[in-house]
């Protein structure tokens, strides 16, 4: 597998290293328009985005209909599914590829194999998906205090 050295998950590694955290992996590839997961779904792979395009959606009803909420886009070097790695792997967002897509799937379990074998190795990747969650807590953060002001703002008319 060739990956950016710089994306997200692989940040701050050498390229050896790197290539032990890709070595289970494999490709997939994901025509547009299909769901990569859904929300609820077990968790069994922490995915980074070769090519294309993945939306991460929430599904919520609007005027008696459901709808996917759009919370974020990921692109190539970005990850997703970083509930593999994050108890109770389950997936808390649909991840969707917005164009044809191809990602490497990389299994839960050979990770936490080798985290387990090379502590080291579990903190410097386990630091880069904390920054991803943290990122996404950002977001979610900014929505929320969207909506807060709508509803201030229709209180106070």
Known sequence: ???DPDSELLAGLDAETA???LAPGSRVAMPAGSVLFGI????????LI??????LTLPMQVNGREADL??????????VGWSAVIPPH????QGKAS??????AIPRSALLELFAAQPEIAYLVTRNIAAVVGQ?????QAMWLRQMQRILEMHAA
Do not use: H
Request: proline share 2%.
């Open 1 to 3: 597998m060739v990956l």
């Open 19 to 21: 290539g032990r955290i």
């Open 40 to 47: 609820g779904a077990q968790a069994d792979n922490l995915f």
């Open 50 to 55: 070769e090519r294309g395009r993945v939306s």
């Open 70 to 79: 759009l919370v974020e886009e990921k692109s190539p070097g970005q990850v």
């Open 90 to 93: 389950r997936f808390t967002m």
């Open 99 to 104: 164009l044809d897509t191809e990602l490497v």
């Open 136 to 140: 996404r807590l950002q977001v979610f």
